[in-house]
């Protein structure tokens, strides 16, 4: 019989029978008992290994126990019952599924049915999730193609109760027939199984609330790879073998230390919750860390640190999944038939593709260092990833390099051409895993699975980098037509790989305490790149890249057409390939940050800011004649779009100012003229368009105080969220104002006949017939999402522009921010020339452009709107 776990007393619930026999109590009891007592030395413990152990054996106690009350005497032969799934892994968590096969020698009869029924019942009474499943020896042995997961289920079985020459005979012969016979099916099932789960999570480790189960790196890997390890062992040894055996020790040690992590971290998620729940969610990351689940007893982590541990354990497991899928898949070269013509196309006289892995002709030169870098050229070349084999032996390899006494090796010419190759970031990631990347630049061990705990950055630093660097690769498929123009600066720049090194080293600073992390990491950087090969010229180069390269986002958060912040981007990048560089380190910089970062609007933005500074390096425009030559080009296409509007194109342009005519198009200055046309005394127009995900609201109408705020006003109260906006007037004191915003509850979305509803009311309350106090009692309460800290900060400029004050406020974003600040501006009073209205992950970054009596702000003015706003911000926050 399987070991049991002791049952407390009823007298003293934490302490056994003094003969350490089982109480005489209802099995129900038992369990509830059991369960308590399991969990108590969770508490106590945090071992996650021990407690599914534990469980597990719980309940075989448990059933053993009903399989002598309901079926031992009338069926002591003919019928088992088998674990399957986690029980048969003996891995059971406190709420997961118990899977139990009910396996029969003969088919099921109506009286065994009833009572594996009552058996089950008992065990649904006592809340367990249990999956059971009544089968033939004769239904174990034919696979099913349309229902692999059956099959794959019976690769974990284990004997609980009953006839134990049933269950062994299943494991000793039914099982591995199957396995031998249908191995080739078995494995194509088991990649796509693979394959769909990992796509659900974009093939990505790096979550904010990652899955501990599911999630590529999460427990699901460990079953992978100990199927894939079975499989691997009959198809090698026919016997059912540990499939840790064919691991290399460095890696069983790091897998082992892994499923301890993640079995605590799963533990601890079940019993705080009470349920299956596998979500690490932002808060339960902060209560793991505070209470050191799975880490060493010693020990206090922060959340980020913590998480940081969990990644690089995920990592491990990962690593061990694929580890034993190509072992398995190495028994069947035909599952990799639709690479097979890589082995014609790519192998060479020192590489070969075998099984869709890069091994070598001649495996004794990995030691040379020469052919250790020109392995992963290949990979950088092709996409194909190195064989488990090659990669560990290069690992075993990496100490002997370190030794300073060696010989010198020349890494740029290595590293310079593995950088511009198409699939750089892969070959990159390969040599982080084996050590060598680290070794090349030690300091980038500082940034390995490093977190930055915030809800904008999705990446650990390590993986954002590496994205980054995908990301300007692929901008040679690039589909769309904004992506080719930055594709058109990349094959304009002289030296990319530069480019490339300094994305690889932008981050670095942030493995370091430090109050400026882009200073500390240029002399990180500089210190390194002397000794691997690089000339003065191109370290001064990535130093100068990686010292600005947050210069273009930032100035970005500026009006990108003045000429103050054009002239100030355009001093720091001093040459045309420099600001290329510039910029395209900031569009792979953003769009690594999350899979939503860098939407079209922001890289059009980006490229704006790139012409403007760029034509005025080139000295071909200056203020006057830009905003000239811009006025005559915009004047003929709209003149030539709608002749009939004649003199009211002058009429409205007039006064305008120069930022409105190059943030819109002829189309759309020529329906603003018609919308303004028809305005009426104090009526207003209105034009509601959806782009793309967002819907753009315009609004026409003559100027007069708080328009700017009640529409974001009304905006709010519809449940919207503002996204930009932009708010422009002419000398004839005709205001046009944009918004764009995303219809959270899908209001619009799902209900065309809403958007007449709404714009009425937004027109109503630029009219006056509805208050907007009536309005926004109507608001719908704000969503809860995960907690963050985001301290409100208020940045006064008065240099960045000739004309206006401007004023930068970064605060926790909300539903009716907008309106909220807008309202401050009303009641100083001051004007909104200008809004870039921003929001990165749950912070909004707003940017208003403010004059009172036309002037610029004062100090005192400054002083008090400071204040109204900290006031209304805080106590709304």
Not at 86 to 97: E, K, M, Q, T
Not at 408 to 436: C, N, T
């Amino acid at each position: 019989m399987t070991n049991v776990v002791p049952v407390p007393s009823s007298e003293n619930p934490d302490r056994p029978l003094a003969d350490g026999s089982y109480e005489d109590v209802p099995v129900k009891e038992l369990y509830r008992r059991g369960s308590a007592s399991i969990q108590q030395q969770f508490t106590e413990s945090r071992n996650g290994r021990a407690t599914i152990e534990a469980r597990t054996a719980l309940v075989d106690d448990i059933v053993q126990r009903l399989w002598n009350t309901h079926l031992a005497a009338t069926y002591p032969t003919g019928v088992a019952i088998v674990a399957i799934g986690g029980y048969g892994r003996s891995a059971l968590y406190p709420h997961s599924d118990i899977d139990l096969l009910f396996l029969c020698e003969k088919a099921e009869t109506p009286d065994l049915k009833a009572k594996i029924r009552a058996l089950c019942q008992e065990l649904w009474d006592m809340r367990m999730r249990l999956s059971p499943t009544t089968k033939t020896v004769d239904d174990c042995s034919h696979f099913d193609p349309n229902n692999a997961e059956s099959t794959i289920a019976l690769l974990d079985c284990r004997y609980v109760a009953g006839e134990q020459q049933l269950a062994d005979y299943l494991r000793n012969k039914i099982v591995p027939s199957v396995i031998v016979r249908e191995s080739q099916a078995i494995l194509e099932r088991l990649i796509e199984i693979n394959a769909d789960r990992k796509g659900k999570y974009s093939n990505t480790i790096f979550h904010l609330e990652p899955d501990v189960k599911d999630c590529v790196g999460g427990l699901r890997e460990h079953h992978l790879g100990c199927w894939a390890g079975v499989i691997h062992g009959f198809m090698k040894d026919n016997a059912w073998v540990d499939p840790k055996q064919y691991l290399p020790t460095t890696l069983r040690g790091q897998t082992e230390h892994a499923v301890d992590f993640l079995s605590s971290v799963r533990c601890f998620l079940h019993y705080r919750s009470g349920r299956d729940d596998n979500k690490l969610s932002w808060d339960a990351q902060e209560e793991a860390a505070k209470l050191g689940i799975g880490a060493e007893a010693s020990k206090t982590l922060t959340p980020a640190d913590w998480m940081r541990a969990y990644f690089r354990n995920a990592r491990a497991l990962d690593r061990f999944a694929n580890h034993m899928m190509e072992c398995a898949a190495s028994q069947k070269p035909s599952l990799f038939k639709q690479i097979a013509n890589w082995r014609s196309r790519a192998s060479n006289a020192d590489f070969t593709v075998v099984s869709g892995r890069v091994r070598l002709q001649q495996p004794a030169a990995i030691n040379d260092p020469d052919m250790m870098m020109r392995s992963f050229e290949f990979v950088a070349e092709h996409g194909i990833p190195l064989s488990a084999a090659v990669e560990q032996r290069i690992e075993e390899n990496i100490p002997q390099l370190a030794d300073s006494s060696g010989p010198m090796i020349d890494w740029w010419r290595h590293l310079g051409s593995i950088l511009i190759r198409p699939f750089a970031g892969d070959a990159l990631r390969a040599m982080q895993r084996v050590g060598l990347l680290t070794l090349i630049f030690p300091d980038f061990a500082y940034i390995d699975a490093l977190v930055l705990r915030d809800l904008y950055h999705q990446y650990t630093v390590d993986e954002h980098t590496f994205i980054a660097i995908d990301a300007l690769h692929q901008l040679s498929d690039s589909q769309s037509d904004w992506e080719s123009r930055f594709l058109q600066l990349l094959d304009e720049i002289e030296q990319p790989e530069l480019l490339v090194l300094a994305l690889l080293l932008h981050d670095v600073g942030k493995g370091i305490e430090s109050d400026d992390h882009v200073k500390t990491g240029v002399e990180l950087a500089r210190k390194r790149l002397e000794t691997i090969g690089i000339d003065k010229r191109g370290t001064e180069t990535v130093c100068f890249l990686i010292a600005n390269h947050l210069e273009a986002s930032l100035a970005m958060r500026r009006d990108i057409f003045d000429l103050t912040n054009i002239r100030d981007l355009a001093v720091r990048a001093g040459t045309q390939d420099r600001l290329k560089m510039l910029v395209l380190l900031t569009y792979a910089d953003i769009k690594a940050v999350n899979r939503h970062a860098l939407t079209p609007w922001k890289a059009d933005n980006l490229w704006q800011l790139y012409i403007a500074t760029a034509n005025f390096l080139s000295h071909s425009v200056d203020e006057e004649r830009f905003h000239a030559n811009a006025e005559n080009e915009q004047l003929a296409r709209i003149r030539l779009l709608a002749p009939q509007l004649g003199k009211k194109l002058k009429r409205f342009l007039d006064g305008i100012p120069q930022r409105y005519l190059s943030i819109h198009s002829a189309e759309e200055i020529a329906a603003h003229i018609d919308m303004a046309s028809r305005v009426s005394g104090n009526g207003v127009q209105l034009k509601l368009n959806r782009q793309g995900q967002l819907f753009l609201l315009t609004v026409a109408m003559q100027d007069r105080p708080m328009i700017f705020c009640n529409i974001a006003g009304a905006l709010a109260a519809w449940g919207m969220n503002i996204v930009k906006a932009d708010a422009f007037a002419n000398g004839a004191g005709m205001v046009l104002d944009t918004f764009y915003f995303a219809d959270q509850f899908r209001t619009l979305e799902l209900n065309m006949e809403e958007w007449t509803r709404f714009q009425d009311s937004i027109s109503d309350v630029l009219t006056g017939k509805t208050s907007l106090e009536t309005l926004m009692k109507r608001r719908r309460s704000e969503s809860k999402g995960p907690k963050a800290t985001i301290e409100t900060k208020l940045l006064f400029d008065d240099k960045s522009s000739s004309r206006s004050t401007l004023l930068e406020v970064i605060t926790p974003d909300r539903p009716g921010l907008l309106y909220e600040m807008s309202l401050q501006f009303t009641k100083l009073p001051c004007n909104i020339e200008a809004a870039l209205i921003d929001t990165e992950g749950r912070t909004a970054i707003d940017v208003f452009y403010l004059t009172a009596s036309g002037a610029k702000l004062d100090t005192s003015q400054k002083q008090k709107l400071e204040k109204a706003l900290l006031a209304a911000l805080n106590a709304k926050g």
